[in-house]
């Protein structure tokens, strides 16, 4: 049996998040011929979750971590950095699932938090909450029902009219607000390299080394890598959408792209647009509005546009010139006065959506584990199913496991061209509806 890596990532944008870090010191890459108990490949936030566990439980076992690009570049870092502790579009439903996975959410949330606290990870890391914004009849609805399920769950909430979302966040673009405490935000790729930077003893990253075969040796499996192998006892596969491309989960997740900009530090002047230099995280009602963020450094966030990258290549090049004039419409859009601002970086990334808010989670072959995390509080979630993964790799049973069990697996997507007819009529409508909100 031999698993070949049909793709190697390669990110050629600008992931503003990561070039606005302390340079980093040069890749420890893998060489010669190495032996340990577990290969994770992938130090995207499940990978990292599942090393560091990995290295907690089994003291007396080595881990190799393989990432093919650097910690912190990679989807986990080029996020917009809304560590959620709950989130849900549409009418409340299934309220029942719903609480399930917020006690997967929150505990992937607290792990970070504690490692953050532990390793004083200096990821600007702000228990801030976030809020959702309405600026036109969709977003009116889709707000109205993150209430309802918000109040449905307990979970504290206030209403901002207009004039209070101007006073807050310095824009009457929003006909109404939402407020919600319990999330942190975040700069994702300084968190991911923190985490990276402070694995347990026993777990050795290499960092520009991907993994490009996995071949089963007698018991064990041999992983190649450019410049060195390494024999182990058995396999994690945490690459995130690079998962299909070792043929594994093909067809039960659909990869989409969505975009980020990032200002430069605004000037006082530029400031006094906005009123306000308080940090806060928007996300649209709707799921296809824009996300927003100021930060403490006074750099203005754009996130918006989604769509379907069944294709081989990596979001970038010349798409990166439209994506930063889409941004800039949806930031003039907001405030007019900073309708000339540039942004230092535009970026793309891509996430995984399934079809049933599915797991794709546990031991794939015999010795081969998988995990990935999908497009709902995927962070939190992944960090979460991560560390539990370690757990069931080692027979650790809890309460938590049994919860990550019980969801159901990632349902199969119907095949191409039907999927992409579905997914494109699916994107335009809900943009149309949504146009207010970008
Ligand atoms: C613009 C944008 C905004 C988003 N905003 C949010 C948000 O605010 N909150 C949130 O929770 N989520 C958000 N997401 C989604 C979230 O970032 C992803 O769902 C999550 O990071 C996926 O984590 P992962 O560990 O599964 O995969 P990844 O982070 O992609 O990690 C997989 C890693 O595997 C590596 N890899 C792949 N193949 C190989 C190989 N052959 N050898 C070695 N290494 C390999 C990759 O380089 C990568 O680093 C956003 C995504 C995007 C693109």
Avoid at 272 to 300: C, H, N, V, W
Wanted: with cysteine; proline share 6%; aromatic share 8%.
């Amino acid at each position: 049996m031999m698993l070949q890596a049909k793709v190697i990532p390669k990110h050629t944008d600008s992931n503003g998040w990561w070039h606005i870090l302390p340079a980093v010191a040069a890749p420890n890459v893998l060489q010669g011929a190495h032996k340990v108990r577990t290969v994770v490949i992938g130090a995207g936030v499940c990978g990292i979750a599942t090393a560091f566990r990995l290295g907690e439980i089994c003291p007396n076992d080595e881990t190799i971590l393989l990432e093919a690009e650097r910690a912190g570049f990679g989807t986990s870092g080029r996020n917009a950095g809304f560590m959620l502790n709950v989130h849900s579009h549409g009418p409340p439903k299934r309220l029942e699932i719903l609480r399930r996975n917020m006690q997967l959410w929150a505990s992937g949330l607290e792990d970070l938090r504690r490692r953050v606290n532990e390793f004083q990870i200096p990821c600007d890391w702000s228990e801030a909450g976030r809020f959702y914004g309405a600026a036109g009849p969709d977003g009116e609805k889709h707000i109205d029902e993150i209430a309802e399920t918000l109040g449905q769950l307990g979970l504290e909430h206030r209403w901002l009219d207009q004039s209070e979302m101007q006073t807050r966040i310095g824009t009457g673009f929003y006909q109404r607000g939402l407020f919600t405490p319990g999330n942190a935000l975040v700069n994702p790729a300084a968190l991911m390299k923190g985490c990276a930077a402070y694995l347990p003893r026993n777990v050795t990253m290499f960092e520009e080394t991907p993994a490009q075969s996995i071949a089963r040796r007698g018991d064990g499996f041999v992983v190649t890598t450019p410049k060195g192998v390494v024999t182990c006892d058995r396999v994690v596969l945490a690459t995130g959408v690079f998962l299909r491309h070792f043929g594994v989960a093909k067809g039960r997740y659909v990869p989409m792209a969505t975009y980020g900009s990032l200002t430069g530090p605004l000037t006082d002047e530029q400031l006094a647009q906005i009123g306000t230099s308080e940090p806060f995280g928007l996300l649209g009602g709707s799921e296809y509005g824009a996300t927003i963020r100021l930060m403490k450094d006074r750099r203005l966030f754009v996130r918006n546009h989604f769509h379907h990258a069944p294709k081989k290549s990596l979001p970038g090049g010349t798409v990166l010139g439209p994506i930063a004039d889409m941004h800039r419409r949806s930031m003039a859009a907001r405030w007019p006065g900073l309708a000339d601002v540039p942004f230092e970086h535009s970026w793309g990334g891509i996430m995984a959506f399934t079809w049933n808010d599915g797991a794709i989670f546990g031991e794939v072959d015999s010795g081969i584990f998988a995990v990935l995390t999908n497009d709902v509080s995927p962070m939190t979630r992944g960090t979460a199913s991560g560390r539990l993964l370690a757990d069931y790799m080692e027979g650790r049973d809890s309460d938590l496991l049994q919860l990550q069990l019980g969801i159901d697996e990632a349902k199969r997507l119907p095949p191409r061209p039907f999927l992409d007819v579905g997914i494109a009529y699916e994107r335009a409508k809900l943009r149309w509806v949504a146009k207010q909100e970008f």
